[in-house]
């Protein structure tokens, strides 16, 4: 029977989307922290419940031949769960974790086709928010939180985000020392600094940069603003975001402008797009295009279509799947992202379409009685759709749903849903890396109306 600190010789069969590898003792689960599938090693429990255990790696015995030396310069915060493994390998595993998600909802005759990629595998990203803390050694620090808990493990070098990011980091945390400014102690509540909050277009042309502070102002605005500016003339906004609550929320509702604007300007699958920081906008922008271009094929939009689009965020995957002759509805909860999504509609010369302010899982009583969707666009969080939801889109009785997903579990299930109550037919999946490195991967699918 397995206990606690003792070492076991463990033949790794799988890895998980956490990069845990998966392998058996005595019949029990067993997971080890950094290992490969074929990966043959001794094994230190850390921990035996009654159904799995949980283990690190004591002594590499045979590396399997998918293993590489992870390059990433801060180890520890968790976030490339495959930093260790081949980019190919990569693939396969996020394509094989997609269709076991279809294949556990009931759905095993599926066709996933293999994870569409640009290749790109550093510095993808245009989005970082870094939690801020005080390190041992009384510095101010930045980085990402260690997996499964509230410790920040310094990596303002991160190799999946922009170069600049972290030179911007380290000039923030070395102005708020300079002016004897405090990082926030989430134990305490105590401290100013919470969050370093950056995104980037695609040129890094254009950089906002936002300040999460535990408090109602940031004392010496004016100067730390002037500095920044001088330093990086890409920066082209920095904002205050208030948020003074005992919460694991990043960002609070109170955004107030310090110095230049408060957005960012991006173009994606050709349309120009104005970025808030509250605004929801796919973090890998060449990937996106794939994703996108992928759901506009898809969709099959002709220019007499009426093309609803729900969790619309700033109109990014609407504006850009359907044509400027359809009349284009959009619904979305976070009121800034729909100022954003009316005036890129605007912007790009977009007459007919329609943004509305409101929870999806209650548009019934926020679109027009009498709309009647060609195509329905679906694109929720990672929980997905509630089934209201799905049931009035099911009424709305669309000839066509794209629905695009951040997680193939919630996606799976939401598919067989429409597909065995509403009696929509599945179409194939193809699955988009937009998180390379990462755990992650987004999909996209068409339902289509079954007709008798």
Do not use: W
Not at 76 to 97: D, F, M, P, Q, T
Not at 179 to 194: C, I, P, V
Not at 417 to 432: D, F, S
């Amino acid at each position: 029977m397995l206990r606690k600190n003792m070492i076991c010789r463990i033949e790794i069969t799988d890895l998980n989307n956490l990069g845990y590898g998966v392998g058996k003792v005595d019949g029990l689960v067993v997971f080890v922290a950094g290992a490969v599938d074929g990966d043959i090693l001794d094994a230190h429990i850390i921990k035996v419940n009654k159904t799995y255990a949980v283990a690190r790696i004591d002594t590499l015995l045979v590396p399997s031949r998918h293993r590489i030396e992870d390059a990433c310069p801060s180890q520890g915060c968790g976030g490339c769960a495959y930093g260790n493994i081949r980019y190919a390998h990569e693939l396969e595993l996020k394509e094989s974790y997609v269709r076991h998600a279809f294949r556990k909802a009931g759905m095993r005759n599926v066709t996933v086709h293999p994870v569409l990629s640009t290749g790109g595998l550093t510095h993808y990203r245009n989005k970082a928010q870094y939690p801020v803390a005080t390190d041992k050694n009384g510095r101010l620090s930045a980085g990402f939180y260690a997996p499964r808990s509230h410790r920040v493990v310094a990596a303002a070098r991160c190799r999946l985000q922009p170069r600049v990011f972290g030179d911007i980091v380290k000039s923030v945390l070395a102005l708020f020392e300079a002016y004897g400014l405090s990082a926030y102690d989430e134990k305490s509540h105590t401290g100013l600094l919470r969050h370093i909050y950056l995104r980037q277009n695609a040129d890094g042309s254009e950089i906002l940069l936002t300040l999460v502070v535990n408090g109602q102002s940031l004392p010496f605005a004016e100067e730390i603003t002037a500095r920044l500016h001088a330093a990086y003339p890409a920066l082209v906004g920095i904002v205050l975001n208030v948020n003074e609550e005992q919460t694991n929320v990043i960002c609070g509702d109170d955004y107030r402008l310090l110095s230049g604007r408060d957005y960012i300007t991006d173009t994606l699958c050709g349309v120009r797009l104005k970025i808030t920081p509250p605004a929801f906008y796919q973090v890998n922008r060449d990937a996106a295009e794939l994703l996108y271009g992928k759901a506009r094929e898809l969709a099959a939009i002709k220019d007499a279509d009426t093309v609803l689009d729900l969790y619309c965020g700033i109109g990014s995957i609407g504006l850009a799947v359907a044509g400027k002759n359809c009349r284009l509805y959009g619904v979305e909860i976070v009121e800034d992202a729909v100022a954003c999504a009316r005036e890129n509609a605007a912007a790009n010369g977009f007459e007919n379409a329609t943004f509305i302010c409101a929870d999806a899982a209650n548009i019934a009583a926020s679109i027009p009685s009498d709309l009647a969707p060609d195509v329905i666009i679906l694109d929720p969080p990672r929980g997905g759709c509630d089934k209201s939801t799905l049931d009035f889109v099911s009424e709305l009785n669309p000839s066509r749903i794209v629905y695009v997903s951040c997680n193939p579990d919630t996606l799976a299930r939401d598919c067989e849903y429409l597909r065995r109550v509403c009696h929509y037919k599945l179409g194939e999946v193809y699955p988009v890396d937009l998180f390379p490195r990462t755990g992650h991967v987004e999909s996209v699918v068409c339902l289509t109306r079954q007709t008798n």
